[in-house]
T-cell receptor, first 113, second 112 residues
C-alpha cells in the first residue's frame, strides 16, 4: 500500500519562528511536491523536486525553501513564519511518466499566530 | 499557462442518483488527468488517472472520461451514496514537467 506521511497533522507557531515540515514517501518515487491549500484559492504548488538535491520553484515559492537530501524525504522550510502562511500544507509524490499517479499525504494544518 | 475549471462548485443530490462532475482545461497538451477525492480536513485520495492516449477509466461505480480536443473530462458516479459526500478535484499534468494544475473542486453532498 502506497504511503506518504507528514510529520505533524496540526502545528501552531509564532510569527518569526523557523518552521520545518517533513514529508516521507515509501514508494521510491523520483518526484516530490509541496502544495498549500486555501479556501477559494485551491491547491497551489510551492516547490517540487525531481531528484535528490534537485528542486524547482512552483507557483508561490516566496517565503519558503526546501531540502531533499534523501530520495524518500522532502522538507519544506518557512525561514521566518508569517500569519499569511497559515494554511493547510500537503505533500505529494509520484514516479516519472504519464502513467504515474500523484499520491498525497494527510496534510499539516499550520497556524501562525 | 494551464487553467483548470470545475463546474458546478457545489452539488447536492439524493441517494441513488447518477451524477456527472465536469472538468475543463485550457491547454490540451497534457500527459494525464487525475481525479481526486478530499474529505474535510484531510489529504487527497487518488480516484482515477487517465493517460493522454486513453479515453476513459473505470473503477467500481466511478467512470472518468477524457476528451483532449475539447479540453474536457467528466467523472461519472453511479448510484450515489452518502459516503460519496466529499470534494472532488481534477488535475491536469502538462508538458514535460511533473506538475499538476488543479481545479478548485466540486463539493458533493449526497442526502438520504
Amino acid at each position: 500500500d502506497v504511503k506518504v506521511t507528514q510529520s505533524s497533522r496540526y502545528l501552531v507557531k509564532r510569527t518569526g519562528e523557523k518552521v520545518f515540515l517533513e514529508c516521507v514517501q515509501d514508494m521510491d518515487h523520483e518526484n516530490m511536491f509541496w502544495y498549500r491549500q486555501d479556501p477559494g484559492l485551491g491547491l497551489r504548488l510551492i516547490y517540487f523536486s525531481y531528484d535528490v538535491k534537485m528542486k524547482e520553484k512552483g507557483d508561490i515559492p516566496e517565503g519558503y525553501s526546501v531540502s531533499r537530501e534523501k530520495k524518500e524525504r522532502f522538507s519544506l522550510i518557512l525561514e521566518s513564519a508569517s500569519t499569511n502562511q497559515t494554511s493547510m500544507y500537503l505533500c505529494a509524490s509520484s514516479g516519472w511518466g504519464g502513467a504515474y499517479e500523484q499520491y498525497f499525504g494527510p496534510g499539516t494544518r499550520l497556524t501562525v499566530t | 499557462k494551464q487553467e483548470v475549471t470545475q463546474i458546478p462548485a457545489a452539488l447536492s443530490v439524493p441517494e441513488g442518483e447518477n451524477l456527472v462532475l465536469n472538468c475543463s482545461f485550457t491547454d490540451s497538451a497534457i500527459y494525464n488527468l487525475q481525479w481526486f477525492r478530499q474529505d474535510p480536513g484531510k489529504g487527497l485520495t487518488s480516484l482515477l488517472l487517465i493517460q493522454s492516449s486513453q479515453r476513459e477509466q473505470t473503477s467500481g461505480r466511478l467512470n472518468a472520461s477524457l476528451d483532449k480536443s475539447s479540453g474536457r473530462s467528466t467523472l461519472y458516479i453511479a448510484a450515489s451514496q452518502p459516503g460519496d459526500s466529499a470534494t472532488y478535484l481534477c488535475a491536469a499534468r502538462g508538458g514535460t514537467a511533473s506538475k499538476l494544475t488543479f481545479g478548485t473542486g466540486t463539493r458533493l453532498q449526497v442526502t438520504l
